[in-house]
């Protein structure tokens, strides 16, 4: 069976979270950032643990990187580059057995990382540029170079099912495949486009586990499906009770519940640099609502621009060669788009400001919501808040979610007529209202210079992440002079790493006019202490925005951003 409309995450440690708890990574923060320790309730297990308590033996051959602090001696029987099916106690013992295939990883697209090929390389001419990429001979090598590496990966999975075949297990096993983000290349891995998010899956159920399957074989899915119902789908599949926390629906087995109306994604920081998107894609529609539209798509993260492709483009960029489509993912971003997958797979047309799909529109915008507040989207918080996790962001009266999102919209709105509400909420008692206030008068820019004495009383903030917030506020306005050394007082001092990584990413968006706070950020750089196993350094922002200071790499050219709405 292939599922025509498969979603995850767009980055694969947040992906592989929700693969192993069955929960989405937003819900317990800062699992949905990527390289992030998830604050996880003590309860919680990898549902292959519920596995091994009916009898499976359970390997991982071997990526992890859970963004959480699972618990892989409860999962897994064994969990490594040897760990094999064909390792478990009894030879008739079920078994369910994970194997990440990695030849595909971003990492392909590198110059030193090409592989020896045993067939003729994919031709360049053949192949299909999408419409948002530039056609450069650099983005055409790169599109190369993964094809070849999916022939690669397909040699890998043949002899993967070759091996259950000579165990002679093929009839007796179900086997799904699948990919634990979207494409590589630019504008799909990290966004929330369908080139970054949708995902193949393939289900194959032996005629002895046939009545397990939702079709007949050979069918094809248009049921919107993802990550999050993976772990209920086997777990029904294997017969084991579902438990009522995971989030997502069995599509299979003996407990296969109703279809998904709608599945979810989200994208927050990525690596060193912050931004937050949500979205909704049904069996038609793709709906994005963009939390941070001043912050351009396309950020210089040091691992992507690795990738000769996006070294192309930013090339381009700099000599103002973009097309239309090709500058739009460059620049700031419009605040909610909307995509018939149908009849524009590339999400190139954005309907949302289109008279003809407001209804759908609206449907969407509704759903998006009703989903961020079920889940207590931990995204709405400041990585590094005491509200941030499974267990503290639910704690009843802790803070207003519903409230929470409708200012997050607001303040994503760009609309100065918007102003009043922000200064209102700029002197409310919860932290995340008063760190989405500050955000948007950000995003309002100098547009927002009516709130300036209500953003200064913010620079002192009991909360780093809000007084950070107000700093960029007030950066925006044209007072720098007053922003600059609130920042260089939160890289210095002993804050929390987010605050620290926060303060970074605003002193590296501020470019030239953060010169002054050059020989502090050097400082803040040279002293910054070592993090936790698997979260990103603050270091390497700051490293970023000093090196473009003293001209030893190049600041990224973008397309002017639109203006406010009047």
Request: net charge neutral.
């Given at each position: 069976?292939?599922?025509?409309?498969?979603?995850?995450?767009?980055?694969?440690?947040?992906?592989?979270?929700?693969?192993?708890?069955?929960?989405?990574?937003?819900?317990?923060?800062?699992?949905?950032?990527?390289?992030?320790?998830?604050?996880?309730?003590?309860?919680?297990?990898?549902?292959?643990?519920?596995?091994?308590?009916?009898?499976?033996?359970?390997?991982?051959?071997?990526?992890?990187?859970?963004?959480?602090?699972?618990?892989?001696?409860?999962?897994?029987?064994?969990?490594?580059?040897?760990?094999?099916?064909?390792?478990?106690?009894?030879?008739?013992?079920?078994?369910?057995?994970?194997?990440?295939?990695?030849?595909?990883?971003?990492?392909?697209?590198?110059?030193?990382?090409?592989?020896?090929?045993?067939?003729?390389?994919?031709?360049?001419?053949?192949?299909?540029?999408?419409?948002?990429?530039?056609?450069?001979?650099?983005?055409?090598?790169?599109?190369?170079?993964?094809?070849?590496?999916?022939?690669?990966?397909?040699?890998?999975?043949?002899?993967?099912?070759?091996?259950?075949?000579?165990?002679?297990?093929?009839?007796?096993?179900?086997?799904?495949?699948?990919?634990?983000?979207?494409?590589?290349?630019?504008?799909?891995?990290?966004?929330?486009?369908?080139?970054?998010?949708?995902?193949?899956?393939?289900?194959?159920?032996?005629?002895?586990?046939?009545?397990?399957?939702?079709?007949?074989?050979?069918?094809?899915?248009?049921?919107?499906?993802?990550?999050?119902?993976?772990?209920?789908?086997?777990?029904?599949?294997?017969?084991?009770?579902?438990?009522?926390?995971?989030?997502?629906?069995?599509?299979?087995?003996?407990?296969?519940?109703?279809?998904?109306?709608?599945?979810?994604?989200?994208?927050?920081?990525?690596?060193?640099?912050?931004?937050?998107?949500?979205?909704?894609?049904?069996?038609?529609?793709?709906?994005?609502?963009?939390?941070?539209?001043?912050?351009?798509?396309?950020?210089?993260?040091?691992?992507?621009?690795?990738?000769?492709?996006?070294?192309?483009?930013?090339?381009?960029?700099?000599?103002g060669q973009l097309t239309p489509e090709t500058a739009r993912y460059w620049g700031a971003k419009l605040?909610?788009?909307?995509?018939?997958?149908?009849?524009?797979?590339?999400?190139?047309?954005?309907?949302?400001?289109?008279?003809?799909?407001?209804?759908?529109?609206?449907?969407?915008?509704?759903?998006?919501?009703?989903?961020?507040?079920?889940?207590?989207?931990?995204?709405?918080?400041?990585?590094?808040?005491?509200?941030?996790?499974?267990?503290?962001?639910?704690?009843?009266?802790?803070?207003?979610?519903?409230?929470?999102?409708?200012?997050?919209?607001?303040?994503?709105?760009?609309?100065?007529?918007?102003?009043?509400?922000l200064i209102a909420a700029l002197n409310d008692e919860s932290e995340p209202v008063r760190w989405w206030?500050?955000?948007?008068?950000?995003?309002?820019?100098?547009?927002?210079?009516?709130?300036?004495?209500?953003?200064?009383?913010?620079?002192?903030?009991?909360?780093?992440?809000?007084?950070?917030?107000?700093?960029?506020?007030?950066?925006?306005?044209?007072?720098?002079?007053?922003?600059?050394?609130?920042?260089?007082?939160?890289?210095?001092?002993?804050?929390?790493?987010?605050?620290?990584?926060?303060?970074?990413?605003?002193?590296?968006?501020?470019?030239?006019?953060?010169?002054?706070?050059?020989?502090?950020?050097?400082?803040?750089?040279?002293?910054?202490?070592?993090?936790?196993?698997?979260?990103?350094?603050?270091?390497?922002?700051?490293?970023?925005?000093?090196?473009?200071?003293?001209?030893?790499?190049?600041?990224?050219?973008?397309?002017?951003?639109?203006?406010?709405?009047?």
């Amino acid at each position: 069976m292939l599922y025509e409309r498969c979603f995850a995450q767009p980055v694969c440690a947040p992906a592989r979270f929700t693969l192993i708890t069955g929960l989405y990574a937003a819900t317990a923060g800062p699992a949905q950032h990527m390289r992030a320790q998830g604050k996880i309730p003590s309860w919680l297990q990898g549902f292959p643990a519920l596995l091994r308590e009916a009898g499976y033996y359970t390997t991982n051959n071997a990526k992890t990187d859970y963004n959480s602090p699972i618990s892989l001696k409860s999962a897994w029987d064994e969990s490594g580059k040897t760990a094999h099916w064909r390792k478990r106690p009894a030879p008739g013992q079920p078994f369910f057995s994970v194997f990440n295939h990695e030849v595909t990883h971003e990492s392909c697209l590198f110059p030193e990382q090409e592989q020896p090929l045993d067939f003729p390389a994919t031709d360049p001419a053949r192949v299909r540029i999408p419409a948002y990429q530039p056609d450069t001979p650099e983005m055409r090598a790169d599109w190369v170079r993964f094809y070849n590496h999916i022939r690669l990966m397909d040699g890998q999975m043949a002899a993967k099912l070759r091996e259950l075949e000579r165990d002679g297990l093929t009839g007796n096993t179900i086997v799904f495949y699948y990919g634990d983000n979207g494409g590589i290349l630019p504008r799909s891995k990290r966004f929330l486009q369908a080139s970054g998010t949708h995902v193949p899956l393939i289900v194959y159920y032996p005629p002895k586990w046939r009545h397990l399957a939702p079709a007949a074989p050979g069918s094809r899915i248009k049921t919107p499906v993802s990550f999050v119902d993976f772990a209920p789908t086997v777990l029904s599949l294997a017969g084991v009770k579902i438990p009522a926390y995971l989030q997502g629906r069995a599509f299979a087995g003996l407990a296969q519940a109703a279809p998904n109306e709608f599945v979810f994604a989200t994208r927050d920081r990525m690596d060193e640099r912050y931004d937050m998107m949500r979205s909704i894609i049904d069996a038609r529609w793709l709906y994005i609502r963009n939390f941070r539209p001043d912050v351009p798509y396309v950020q210089p993260l040091e691992y992507m621009f690795q990738a000769r492709g996006y070294q192309s483009w930013a090339r381009l960029a700099a000599a103002g060669q973009l097309t239309p489509e090709t500058a739009r993912y460059w620049g700031a971003k419009l605040p909610e788009e909307l995509y018939d997958l149908e009849n524009d797979p590339d999400n190139v047309v954005n309907l949302a400001d289109m008279p003809a799909h407001r209804a759908t529109l609206e449907t969407m915008r509704a759903r998006l919501r009703q989903r961020m507040v079920d889940i207590n989207d931990n995204g709405l918080l400041p990585e590094g808040s005491p509200l941030e996790g499974y267990d503290a962001s639910r704690i009843p009266g802790a803070w207003p979610v519903g409230r929470v999102v409708d200012l997050a919209v607001l303040a994503s709105e760009r609309n100065a007529a918007n102003l009043p509400k922000l200064i209102a909420a700029l002197n409310d008692e919860s932290e995340p209202v008063r760190w989405w206030a500050a955000q948007g008068c950000t995003v309002l820019g100098p547009a927002a210079a009516p709130a300036e004495a209500a953003i200064r009383r913010r620079l002192e903030d009991r909360s780093g992440s809000v007084a950070v917030a107000a700093a960029e506020a007030l950066a925006r306005i044209g007072r720098v002079e007053a922003a600059l050394p609130v920042l260089e007082r939160l890289v210095l001092e002993p804050n929390p790493p987010g605050v620290i990584q926060q303060a970074g990413n605003v002193l590296d968006r501020l470019g030239e006019l953060a010169r002054p706070s050059l020989a502090a950020m050097k400082r803040a750089a040279a002293s910054a202490q070592p993090t936790k196993p698997g979260t990103y350094a603050p270091q390497y922002i700051l490293n970023h925005a000093i090196a473009v200071l003293e001209g030893r790499t190049t600041a990224l050219v973008y397309p002017p951003a639109p203006g406010p709405s009047p």
